[in-house]
């Protein structure tokens, strides 16, 4: 199938405790696949896996069918695996191309000697990736603390698109937005899809997942239990899957 | 219309109040030359500058340390260890044949490097084995006036090259009505001749450095990072910025300009000892949140926090050539202090 991203038979044991249990999956470009399951599930550590933050102990993640070593959240992101936390990680106290360029900042040669910081160029490069996906946002100059939930998460979103994001990872994208700010971030999802990019949600929305998935992935005690397409299943179907209610058929 | 008036309205005053500390500035050099003749002059200027040059190193130091979050209690101590260091290696190389220069130059460049030791222990204790700041710096507090004392044995340092009290006094320019200029060194002229001086040289001194860190925080990515650790040290982690590496330079910068702040002293007042700098760290900190940084990290700038420390200054020469003790000058600080922490928490559009 040629996913973008694929994982095959990946475990992560803490002590005694096994977190991921043999867990293969894969996201094709422009595909968003939804991953599901009940707290404790091992949702957050199979992401936490791909985005390098922890490395599986059995198990191999390929990326464009290489097989490759993740050392660290570095090397995802050097190989375009971007991942939006829950908490977003934007420094509040900094402005917007400030936070989209942060930790990666363009600088220019001043006076022959020294790098200073290119305020004007990262402006612009945020300004017309801001435009691309359609979000307004005022003032690039404002910090983040003056902006919405949903404007904060577009941001975050910009940031991982300007850097050529090939997986992008979400953690819980639309907890906490209001309910027009969901909508806006969801539609953001379907223009990424669009654009080819392979996006992997984590959610306990189901209305969104159905809203924007293609396919969805019950995850319960660490094992990858069900695959469905979202074509193909139904809410009540999911639901029970998740609490194991629902016989598994393979 | 009416809304484009209250904009308009709503404009200036969050201007004023963004640069209330420039407007409370400008209102108490204001009282102060209407109370006290010969206030302002460029004479008493100068003075604030020269008395306050201690302070202006200690609080960018401060600053630095306070954009990511932390504290750094040691500087006053660091500034006294720095005094016994400098003015012992100037007696000891000035004894050994050094022209006076010579010591003088070797002496400070010692001082600053052995200055650098404490911020590296304070930054490795904060950044790596993740001790609260408070506490790091509060016991290299201990350390450093403990060190100074053994080192001085309770005997200020004596007989220093006479040379580093005259450039530590010196002026950068001096003016001979009619007869010409000077640059560093003070014309020979016969007494009673008016010589103007311009500028103190431990002014020039410590604005040269505040000037090359404030470019550093505004214009590098070292200085934006630094804003990014303090506004969130995960998002900072997260992107890739090396946070231990970034906080232990915080807090080397930090002992450099109490290292600085040192030199200055000796040369000032030509001795050195172990609390010479303990007042001033209350100062400090004192003029960095006038001066509007949040404590929690994060914000403040080299310029507004040099107007925490003019206000302090100011405020301490007005009360010393009024004659009042100086302890009005310590419940005043405090009284601006908590105004200036009640302006923000009730206007938080002022902050920049």
């Known amino acids: 199938m040629g996913y973008i991203i694929e994982t095959r038979g990946i475990t992560k044991r803490f002590g005694g405790l096994t977190a991921v249990d043999n867990v293969s999956m894969g996201v094709n470009a422009g595909e968003v696949v939804a991953i599901l399951g009940d707290n404790g599930a091992g949702k957050s550590t199979l992401i ?6 922890h490395k599986p102990d059995e198990g191999t993640i ?22 939006i936390y829950q908490d977003l990680a934007l420094a509040e106290n900094l402005n917007v191309s400030s936070n989209i360029f942060l930790g990666r900042e363009k600088t220019k040669r001043s006076l022959g000697m020294f790098n200073v910081l290119d305020h004007e160029y990262m402006q612009q490069e945020s300004r017309s990736v801001l435009d691309r996906l359609e979000i307004e946002i005022p003032s690039l100059k404002n910090t983040i603390r003056t902006l919405s939930g949903g404007q904060r998460q577009a941001v975050a979103i910009s940031r991982s698109i300007y850097w050529q994001a090939k997986v992008l990872i979400m953690d819980e994208p639309t907890a906490a937005l209001g309910i027009a700010e969901q909508k806006k971030v969801l539609d953001l999802v379907k223009s990424l899809k669009t654009q080819g990019i392979g996006i992997i949600i984590i959610s306990h929305q189901m209305y969104d997942v159905f809203e924007v998935a293609d396919r969805i992935i019950v995850m319960r005690r660490g094992q990858n239990v069900a695959t469905r397409l979202v074509s193909e299943t139904t809410p009540d179907e ?4 998740i609490v194991g209610s629902e016989t598994v058929k393979r | 219309m009416n809304t484009l008036v209250a904009q308009r309205k709503r404009n200036t005053l969050g201007t004023i109040g963004r640069n ?4 409370f500035l400008v209102l108490e050099f204001g009282y102060f030359a209407i109370l006290t003749r010969g206030f302002a002059s460029l004479n008493i200027v100068q003075m604030i500058l020269f008395y306050g040059t201690e302070v202006f ?9 306070i954009i990511t ?3 750094d209690l040691s500087v006053g101590y660091v500034l006294g260890f720095a005094t016994v260091i400098s003015s012992k290696l100037m007696v000891v190389f000035a004894s050994r044949g050094l022209s006076p220069l010579g010591a003088i130059v070797t002496s400070i460049l010692i001082t600053l490097c052995v200055g650098l030791i404490p911020g590296f222990v304070n930054g490795v204790l904060v950044a790596k084995l993740r001790v609260p700041p408070f506490i790091a710096t509060f016991s290299m507090l201990g350390v450093c006036q403990g060190v100074s004392e053994l080192l001085m044995q309770g005997i200020p340092a004596k007989n220093l090259p006479p040379l580093a009290g005259t450039i530590g006094n010196g002026h950068f320019l001096y003016i001979v009505p009619g007869s010409g200029i000077s640059f560093m060194q003070r014309p020979d002229v016969a007494r009673g001749v008016r010589v103007i001086e311009i500028i103190p040289n431990a002014v020039v001194f410590a604005l040269v450095f505040i000037a090359i860190f404030a470019f550093i925080l505004t214009k590098t990515r070292f200085g934006q990072h630094i804003y990014a650790i303090g506004g969130n040290i995960d998002a900072a982690s997260r992107a890739g910025i090396d946070v231990k590496k970034h906080i232990i330079g915080v807090y080397m910068i930090s002992s450099f300009f109490a290292s600085l702040a040192g030199i200055i002293y000796v040369m000032k007042y030509i001795t050195g000892k172990a609390d010479a ?3 001033s760290l209350l100062d400090a900190i004192a003029a960095v949140v006038i ?8 914000s403040g700038t080299v310029w507004r926090t040099i107007l925490g420390c003019l206000v302090i200054a100011t405020l301490e020469t007005g009360l010393r050539m009024r004659g009042t003790p100086t302890f009005d000058k310590y419940i005043l600080v405090g009284v601006i202090l908590i105004f200036t922490v009640v302006i923000e928490r009730f206007f938080p559009d002022f902050k920049r």
Not at chain 2, 20 to 23: E, Q, T
């Open chain 1, 62 to 83: 390929l990326l464009d069918g290489k097989p490759m070593k993740l050392e660290s959240p570095m090397d995802a992101l050097a190989n375009g695996i971007e991942t």
């Open chain 1, 48 to 53: 936490k896996m791909i985005s390098g933050v």
């Open chain 2, 57 to 65: 190193l200690l609080a960018t130091a401060e600053l630095f340390v």
């Open chain 2, 291 to 298: 001066g509007g940084a949040s404590m929690f990290g994060g």
């Open chain 1, 238 to 241: 999911i639901v029970g899957l």
């Open chain 2, 20 to 23: 209330w500390v420039l407007v």
């Open chain 2, 277 to 279: 700098g303990a007042a």
């Open chain 2, 69 to 71: 979050g932390g504290i």
